[in-house]
């Protein structure tokens, strides 16, 4: 038995080796790779300042921005950024101009670019799209343009957050001793739901509306399991990101499975490692 696994274990091997030799599966690695650093960069300040339901309410409400797309005759992608950073930008202002909790907003925000969604949709005359893509994407579909959009916006994020880290550990720490300290609050936390609206309208193609959240929360959520130091934390995540990124696409790739829903189920799973792994060392 040994024996057969072992050979099954290679053979399978082999056929990922094989299919590395494709340019779809090298841009679509080095998509992944991209998305996961993205995602784990900007997933610490999603997770410390609680905004895990603001990417998964942009992420569902980016349907509307493909649905704009179809009906104008235009690749969705060129719709789907300004919609999901205009809409982004919307929802951060309703939670400032309103007294109600953010979770409401969000729940209404969804609920509201839904149903436009859907309503949109049914406009689109003799659409034979793949609603299965749009759920849950389609990372061997992603081309050069989708490739050098993640680059420049991780490019972008990167440069961003770490010229500004004082300020951003700041207002995640404490916002009222962030404006005490005369730091243009307001100002980054509008830069920062752009970037993060960008970031999911360009993850969306890859792993569909309803993973793109995986890749904001998990590996940072993963990452706060082994340290509470900010700088660890940033860089553990931002590496598990693009290490569960390789692994789920070695898993999709391996055993002919979907490459969005692997990369997530390696994620969790590594996630649950790390969590027993800490439970035991606590106890022994």
Known sequence: MLFFSSF???AQSNDFLTLLQYPFMQRALAGGVLMGMLGGLLGCFVTLRQLSFFSH???HAALVGIAIGLLLGIDPTWTLLPFTLAFGVLVLYLIEQTDLNNDSV?????????AAGV????FIKGYQGNLMGVLFGDILGIGNTD???ILGLLVSSSVFLLSTLRQQVLITLNVGVAKVQGIAV?????????LLSLAVAVAIKAVGVLLVNAFLVIPAATAKLVTHQ???FLGISVFLGALSSIGGMVVSGSFNLASGPSIVVVQFLVFLL????RKLLVRG
């Not at 969000?106 to 839904?114: C, P, T």
């Not at 307001?186 to 752009?194: A, D, E, N, P």
């Not at 790390?274 to 792994?277: E, H, P, R, T």
């Open 147 to 149: 490739l050098l959009l």
């Open 119 to 122: 309503i949109l949709t049914s």
């Open 57 to 59: 309410t942009v992420g």
């Open 274 to 277: 790390i969590l027993v792994g």
């Open 106 to 114: 969000f729940s209404i925000a969804v609920s509201a670019a839904l």
């Open 8 to 10: 099954f274990g290679l």
């Open 186 to 194: 307001k100002l980054h936390q509008y830069l920062f739901v752009m």
């Open 230 to 232: 900010f700088a660890r």
